[in-house]
């Protein structure tokens, strides 16, 4: 079992985020702490723009929201809301929070990913920690 397992959260319809909570639930076991994260990529300016005013500030609401439900479903689970890009972000926040665990939901890779999606790919290659890579 694990001490603190690390689980980012994508809310995109092709991960299965659910199965990562479900192992992650498994590998905490009655004691370990479980840390939901999702990392809010930033718009690019050009795109800003068409977007409605306050759009931005309503998402982040609504992610943090969500995330904090799910982190009351689960026992001894916190939620966290980041900016930044996905995997250095998930990276970082790992190294400054010590996980000993990661478990990261990955979509059916293409040829473009080979084995696994880009951000799984980077924490698996780069992470201090264990990961596991749900499909």
Known sequence: MYAHILVPVSFDQDRDSNAALRAARLLAGETGRISLLHVIEQVPGYAISYLPQGYVN???KAIEVELAEIAASLPNASAHVVEGHSGRTI????????PDCIVIASHRPGMQDLLLGSTAAKVVRHAACAVHVIR
């Open 91 to 98: 990276l970082d926040w790992a190294e400054a929070h010590t």
């Open 58 to 60: 309503e998402a982040r």
